[in-house]
């Protein structure tokens, strides 16, 4: 009996030990992707659609337009904001006036089931965009895109978007995610008199004409992109196939890379990021993300941090530093103002408080009338648990010292946005980015007394509208870099959050990858990607 | 006790060396529960941020986490956290799942199916997703972790506690305390109840470990133990993360003290077994 | 026979039903008190006050609970088990989906567990009290005592990152394998109907740990049950006849002692066998194993209510079913055992 069980373990063991010959032939023509999620909706338009649907929406879709490249100092290409480039329309003719855009479209163009692209479907997709609510709706509103009526079909390949107002977020954002070309005949055949736009059948169901269509997903597990041989809208992609897999362990997804198991990730907490980029086995490239910061926020019309001595007080205490260093891991900028530092309007020295100046703090406190201080939960999105909990727990000690007693309460992902949206979390770190860099839209979500879900302190100051609202439409190059000047003075002296860090978006990949660019959707463009 | 019974205890203990060890683990644990905070070199929640991530070293004889804490104050620290769930759950299922048992044994009809119902849909879920479950919807808390683990434990107790109480119900000494004009109730409580009780120590004792691997669970997903309060799931969840980029330390020693004292919670329930009943030893 | 064995069944499912009704109404009373807004969160980002309340209405959350409660008995009663706001899909979909890998897991760990434990209890029970019985005693505690998520974590650190010998922990299959054409939605099987030995390989390596981390756990009370089962036999007056009669030593153990020892063991086999369907949640993140457990979890943490409902239910089920199953499968083999009511 002893000797069959030896037998048997023996047997196991080599089954196990020797690898796989079928492995090696597949990869040279097949990227590997890994990261935490993948998408867990086919159509950028449904509700609900997470982030990660935004790259199988950017890759199996295509848009009117795109945007150009840059290359910075040290070699890492970004997409260029200030350069629009054409994908679907050949060309385009702005209006004498100014009011309309008139687009040419390409003729040759398919979508993934061999049916021509026409005008129809620009417009077909764009009313849907705009009338399905939520998300894709408010986004195209950020160009001032609001209506169907601003979009007419010419004729088969001439496309005409009206604007309401003169907004230079306009052209830029038909080249967003979420301004998608869709098959609208091909949507249409599913479409039911509960569901006019088919949103259920394109939630699971490719109906793009993008560079890469979908040869198979699995939800929660991996979604397998293949070439779509007839993309006219670009130069045809290097790689054949793409695989993004869905591994939740972060330590997995590193390992995988450097083992070669996975070619590229950037779904990778800070820590790893600093040592890949030490060690030499891999590429790594951090970008600061556009337009962005992560902050302590703290509610300004409730108690206790209604008063501004208090928020002042915690201003003063705050350990950027250490925050920097051993949360993130210097991964990032140290930015102790709102605007990132690679967006207009970037100034440092803006920055009012002394830092770690506990003296002061203190003195603070007591002429607010807490010199004994007062207890608060500190809120954290547990989704982000790896760098923001270190976070919090170095902001419940530094508190700690002017008597601000914290307990750390961490939301589920999944219900951050209903806590952010009830507005009734008195401190909490949060993060924002815009896709659209313009300093003046990050303020119009996250300071304007329009009072949007992302002002979660409740901060509304009609001087600090003022400002925003002057800067939205100023044309005059001195007189916006004085509003945004002037956005940020206020901000800085009322402080209703504290930003502390703009992250970079850290990219690790293999030595042979080539071609890697920064988006302002943070995701990945597999068209440009190529193995050398 | 008795002289007998403790003579016939030291032989039990001496004659299983593995009993003994156990025991002796036991103590010490104990002692680290109750001295922890104490014993503790640093504070368990003082961040070094100059010192973080380091390796074992005579400093830091368990090294430091990412906000340079010493993880050897942690892990002793978390022993009082953890013995606490531990026993505090034990004690709360133990108490309420045998007295229900014993009343459902000595009363039956609807006292009995009510019971036996309640144990029935308890041992229906997957035990684990239950006690998730209860801790997600009534909130992170230390005590919501204890109410859980003693919830899901329940029906062990009140089963075993009926059929002892079953089989006790028609003994000779019942029914002498009976005839000797003692009403139901008094029956139950000072003859019936305490006899169930040997027994189920021993399963309390396996329960233990189990109730402290369940909390471990459920703080290792998040649920349950607030940070930065210091208790071995979550520090291991913590060092989990750590542990494919070579900081094993983080999670590897309160990993190691978990299973500990696990292991001798389970070691002593076996002992204890051979001391309480010689007849039933496996 | 048959009349009384129906009549047992109909028995029994009676008996199991109201514990099944109260999993239904005690899983529903606990996934309305989980926090979160599955509203907001199926609304998506920048939805307003009105947006969320419009889908509100639509997922029924607006009526009152009792009202909620009799909606979901009917969509049970009708095979519908929600649908789950994180991924889209109906649940009963994404259950079907991943019940095999879940089974396939567990299975493969109990055959594992069985392996091993049975073995070893049956070599301690023929030498009780020696060195060998208590290190048998000793390593099956240890097993039971390891926390399964710090097991699955060391041994992915050592056999995968540190030794090279298994694959990555990313699930049931490599996808530059093709996955075997569906029979039985177990891969293994499957590859071996195919004839597909290089994807059985493959399938049988990603299965090695998550299997290994499993099994350890369920050794002692396996191990335990056999070694008392096997004492009891061994210590009965037939073996000691046998005995006497001079049957060898191997068959007195193999063909008497053990036959009979393993009729409780296949209890336990059975009791184990749910209790690792419903505790194998961590095994299943710690893997990225595509199963239920590790579905539920996320579900759960996400306060998507209607796959945590499902699969409780469905654990629920399978185990009223398998203890059922078992009960008459003893009754059926050992005539002694009389079965009450």
Known sequence: MRCTKALLLGLVAGLLAVPSV?????????????????????????????????????????????????????????????????????????????????????????????????????????????????????????????????????????????????????????????????????????????????????????????????????????????????????????????????????????????????????????????????????????????????????????????????????????????????????????????????????????????????????????????????????????????????????????????????????????????????????????????????????????????????????????????????????????????????????????????????????????????????????QLDFRQLAKS | MTAAALRHARYVVTENPITLVAFSMLLILLLLALLGPALAPYDPLKSDTASTLKPPSARHWFGTDQLGRDMLSRVVVATRLDMAIAFSAVALSFAAGSLAGACAGVFGGWTERIVARISDTIMAFPLFVLAMGIVAALGNSVFNVILATAIINLPFYARMARAEANVRREAGFVEAARLSGNGTMRVLAVHIYPNCLPPMMVQASLNLGWAMLNAAGLAFIGLGVRPPTPEWGILVAEGASFILSGEWWIALFPGLALMLAVFCFNLMGDGLRDLIDPRRRT | MRASFLRLLSRRLAAAAPGLAGVVVVTFCLMRALPGDPAAYFAGNAATKEAIEQVRVKLGLDKSLPEQFAVYVRDLARGDLGQSVTTGQPVRAEMLARLPASLELTLSALLLAVAVAVPAGVLAATRPGSWVDQAVRVLTTAGVSLPTFFTGILLVYVFYYLLGWSPSPTGRLDSLFPTPPRVTSFYLLDALIARDFETFRACLRQLALPAVTMALFVMAPLARMTRASMLGVLGSDFIRTARASGLSRRTVLWTYGFRNAMLPVVTTLGMIFSFMLGANVLVEKVFAWPGIGSFALESLLASDYAPVQGFILIMATLYVLLNLTIDILYGLIDPRVRIEA
Not at chain 1, 182 to 210: C, F, R, Y
Not at chain 1, 399 to 423: C, F, H, Y
Request: no cysteine.
């Open chain 1, 22 to 522: 079928v492995q090696a032939q597949g990869r040279a023509d097949t990227l590997i992707v890994v990261t935490e999620v993948g998408p867990n909706m086919l159509d950028i338009h449904a509700p609900g659609a997470n982030r990660p649907s935004y790259q199988s929406s950017w890759n199996i879709y295509d848009r009117l337009l795109t945007f150009g490249s840059k290359t910075l100092k040290d070699g890492s290409k970004m997409y260029d904001y200030a350069s629009l480039k054409p994908e679907l329309a050949e060309s385009w003719q702005v209006a004498p006036d100014g009011m309309s855009v008139t687009f040419k479209l390409r003729k040759d163009a398919k979508f993934h089931d061999g049916s021509s692209v026409t005008a129809h479907d620009v417009k077909w997709s764009f009313d849907r965009a705009v009338t399905v609510g939520g998300f894709p709706t408010f986004q195209m509103k950020a160009g001032s895109l609001e209506k169907p009526e601003q979009f007419e079909v010419v004729d088969d390949y001439t496309f005409r978007v009206k604007f309401v107002r003169k907004d230079k977020l306009s052209m830029p954002d038909l080249g967003v995610p979420v301004a998608v070309i869709i098959n609208s005949k091909l949507a249409k055949q599913h479409a039911t008199a509960q569901d006019p736009w088919a949103v259920e059948w394109v939630k699971q169901n490719d109906a793009g004409g993008g560079a890469y269509r979908i040869e198979s997903w699995r939800p929660g597990q991996e979604t397998v992109y293949a070439r779509f041989e007839d993309w006219k809208s670009g130069p045809l992609p290097k790689i054949r196939r793409i695989i993004v897999r869905e591994i939740p362990s972060a330590g997995t997804r590193r390992a995988m890379l450097e083992k070669g198991d996975a070619d590229i990730s950037f779904d990778l907490p800070p820590k790893d990021f600093s040592e890949i980029a030490k060690e030499d086995k891999l590429k790594v490239t951090g970008i600061p993300i556009e337009n962005s910061h992560r902050y302590l926020g703290m509610n300004v019309v409730k108690p206790p941090f209604n008063n501004l001595k208090v928020r002042q007080a915690v201003a003063s205490v705050l350990p950027y530093e250490k925050i920097f260093s051993t949360a993130f891991f210097g991964r990032g900028i140290l930015l102790s103002t709102p605007v990132a530092s690679n967006t207009f309007g970037y100034d440092p020295k803006l920055y009012p408080y002394k830092m770690g100046d506990v003296a002061k703090a203190k003195q603070l406190m007591a002429e607010a009338g807490y010199a004994n201080g007062f207890e608060t939960p500190l809120y954290l999105d547990a989704g982000r648990a790896t760098t923001d909990e270190p976070t919090a727990v170095l902001i419940q000690e530094a508190l700690g010292q002017i008597g601000i007693k914290t307990t750390i309460e961490k939301v589920p992902a999944a219900n951050w946005r209903a806590n952010q949206g009830k507005k009734e979390m008195p401190l909490f770190v949060d993060q924002f980015g815009g896709w659209l860099n313009y300093p003046e839209y990050f303020f119009f979500w996250n300071y304007h007394g329009q009072n949007a879900t992302f002002n979660v302190s409740s901060y509304v100051n009609p001087e600090m509208d003022k400002w925003i609202d002057s800067a939205r439409f100023e044309t005059d190059q001195k007189k916006y870099a004085d509003d945004v000047r002037e956005m940020q003075k206020v901000a800085m002296r009322d402080v209703p959050r504290l930003p502390f860090v703009q992250l970079y978006l850290d990219v690790a990949m293999q030595k042979n990858i080539v071609g890697y660019q920064y988006w302002f959707h943070i």
